[in-house]
């Protein structure tokens, strides 16, 4: 009785049977078929290859929503070189509610100003890259992806070995509130005083003022290795000469030493500055920072031309009330495998329709023109009209 229903069961599935199997007596293989079935296991091959580059790589989703942390404290991240010396400047941020901000966490340490040919180029190489992401956007996902990878190239270290050191590197972080606010360096050291705060200028002479200065890093919120911020790499020179021509590209050797002859002219370097909070989720690293764009504008102080103001640089930010969150996606499995099993039936099935269209039409022209097999058939449907066998048509050789 078991072996009866076993039997029955088995018989059921054989029934259900969808790839039912053909005898190897029934197959005719040609060399047309042979041909088309190599094409298309090549044709797959190449595509189910191409399916599994895109299966590996990522890519960047951005999506935006309200920033709702407003109690957290921003961090400010500053490497800037200025051409004087350090006890003749000072850098502080007084914020939108007129809260002085403490600068103890900026580090005040004599350099030269002029780079060493090691310095140079990775400038060179810095202001390069910064041209490109002008040019090509879609360069900030290549960043996104190096962030995990580790740290840029790290810059030289500057030869301080010389007793004339007249540059000042202010390099360090601030926490500020998440208001807006102003970040400076003027001329004087900062002291509190009841109605905001001031600057010490009064013991600095007016001949050694040179706002000179290059920004080799300038970023907002937690510092993530591989990511380039736009200021970063950007360079001034205060020289009368630069003020007929100015370029904002990288200065040759002869203009360098044009400038150096040059009396430097009292500036106010303004940077205007949106910053946008930015999460970034990748497979290795998650981290909260903040994407910034910079409008720029300089021009000489002079009081004598009705151009008023306080030499100086002047970084004045403000923050958007919008966040973004970029995260790093990467193609299902499952997804790749369904696209895999899409392009090996597509092409098995669309090659074999194409193969049978082509062969029903080679069969209509030969059977039309007489070519071939169809010559012979021919011939045999002449010679059993001549017998009495009726009458035969060449169409019934075509297999559908």
């Known amino acids: ?219 907002f919120g937690e510092a993530i290795p591989g990511l380039i911020s736009p200021l970063d790499g950007t360079e001034k020179i205060t020289t009368d000469f630069f003020l007929l021509k100015r370029k904002k590209k990288a200065f040759s050797a002869k203009l360098r030493d044009i400038c150096a002859y040059s009396p430097p002219a009292n500036h106010m370097f303004q940077y205007f500055v949106t910053i946008v909070p930015t999460k970034l989720n990748t497979y290795k690293v998650s981290a909260e920072t903040h994407q910034y764009s910079v409008t720029e504008q300089d021009r000489a102080i002079n009081h004598a031309a009705g151009s008023h103001g306080v030499s100086g640089i002047f970084m004045k930010y403000d923050i958007s009330s919008l966040m973004v969150k970029v995260t790093e996606q990467h193609m299902p499995l499952w997804q790749f495998l369904i696209r895999l099993c899409g392009i090996i039936g597509g092409i098995f099935s669309t090659t074999g329709m194409l193969h049978g269209m082509v062969g029903f039409l080679m069969d209509i022209i030969c059977c039309r023109f007489q070519i071939g097999t169809y010559k012979r058939l021919q011939t045999e449907m002449k010679t059993g009209q001549k017998e009495g066998v009726g009458e035969v048509s060449c169409f019934s050789d075509i297999r559908w």
Not at 38 to 56: D, G, K, N
Not at 89 to 97: F, H, R, Y
Request: glycine content about 4%; some cysteine; hydrophobic content about 40%.
């Open 1 to 219: 009785m078991r072996r009866l229903t076993r039997k029955k069961a088995l018989t059921l599935v054989k029934e259900l049977d969808a790839f039912p199997k053909v005898p190897e007596s029934y197959v005719e293989s040609t060399a047309s078929g042979g041909t088309v079935s190599l094409i298309a296991f090549t044709v797959m091959a190449a595509l189910a290859l191409l399916e599994f580059f895109v299966y590996t790589d990522t890519w960047m989703k951005y999506e935006y929503e309200v920033d709702k942390d407003f109690s957290s404290k921003l961090r400010i991240n500053i490497d800037i070189t200025v051409a004087m010396r350090c006890q003749y400047i000072g850098a502080d941020v007084l914020d939108l509610a007129e809260t002085m901000v403490a600068s103890d966490g900026l580090k005040y340490e004599p350099v030269h100003f002029e780079l060493s040919p090691q310095q140079r180029l990775w400038h060179m190489t810095l202001l390069h890259i910064q041209e490109r992401l002008r040019m090509e956007h879609s360069l900030q996902d290549v960043l996104f992806k190096a962030a995990i990878k580790g740290s840029p190239p790290a810059q030289p270290e500057s030869d301080d070995t010389a007793t004339s050191l007249t540059a000042c590197r202010i390099h360090g972080h601030l926490y500020v509130n998440k208001v807006a606010g102003n970040f400076h360096i003027t001329v004087g050291k900062s002291i509190p005083h009841p109605r905001g705060h001031a600057h010490l200028a009064a013991l600095v002479s007016h001949d050694s003022y040179n706002f000179s200065h290059r920004i080799d890093h300038l970023s």
